[in-house]
Antibody
């Protein structure tokens, strides 16, 4: 069964940092680009970042560029999101999602991990 | 690229034919997907490349369009279909529409 499990969320103070992880199983991890998408409470979906299977290509939303870093360890089948300089606007459920076909739509999603930024 | 869905909320009854529209701020060919999301759950891919049904998705769901205007149609609304629907373009980076909530009339 294809599965994604996020972890690492929690409460962090403004200006702080957090690293999210996404453990993948059930598919050949390094064959697929992987993504982070977030959803603020009561709001819609916002794409955050994408990383190609080989880690050659990275993409970021303007709202997180320069603060967030996406990475992956293909030997551990794990995707990461390092989040620095966090602000209240970063409060959201963060989902990792698997690419369907070459930087396309997202066909498998994790259950999400909540990040709350508050003093 | 901005994605605009209409309506934001749609009230319908079981058995109704439902149509949701998604407009792109510039042409995206057919690089468009549709997702369904239920409260507290992750989104679920329904349609990709504008009209391709994802495996396991009921055939009452269909998608059409190209360029800047797209539609998601549910031919006969079922109780399990009350949810929020999002379009997503993947022509240039990735952008979601703001969502359309389908609620019980």
């Amino acid at each position: 069964e294809v599965q994604l499990v996020e972890s690492g969320g929690g409460l962090v103070q403004p200006g702080g940092s957090l690293r999210l992880s996404c453990a993948a199983s059930g598919f050949t991890f390094d064959n697929y680009a992987m993504n982070w998408v977030r959803q603020a409470p009561g709001r819609g979906l916002e794409w955050v970042s994408t990383l190609s299977g080989s880690s050659i290509s990275t993409y970021y939303a303007d709202s997180v560029k320069g603060r967030f870093t996406i990475s992956r360890d293909n030997s551990k089948n794990t995707l990461y999101l390092q989040m620095n300089s966090l602000g209240a606007d970063d409060t959201a459920v963060y989902y990792c999602a698997k690419d369907l076909l070459g930087l396309g739509p997202f066909d498998v999603w994790g259950q999400g991990t909540m990040v709350s930024v508050s003093s | 690229i901005q994605m605009t869905q209409s309506p934001s909320t749609l009230s319908a009854s079981v058995g109704d034919r439902v149509t949701i529209t998604c407009r792109a701020s510039q042409s995206i060919s057919t690089w468009l997907a549709w997702y369904q999301q239920k409260p507290g759950k992750a989104p679920n891919l329904l349609i990709y490349k504008a009209s391709n049904l994802e495996s396991g998705v009921p055939s009452r769901f269909s998608g059409s369009g190209s360029g800047t205007e797209f539609t998601l149609t549910i031919s006969s609304l079922q109780p399990d279909d009350f949810a929020t629907y999002y379009c997503q373009q993947y022509d240039s980076y990735w952008t979601f529409g703001q969502g359309t909530k389908v609620e019980i009339k």
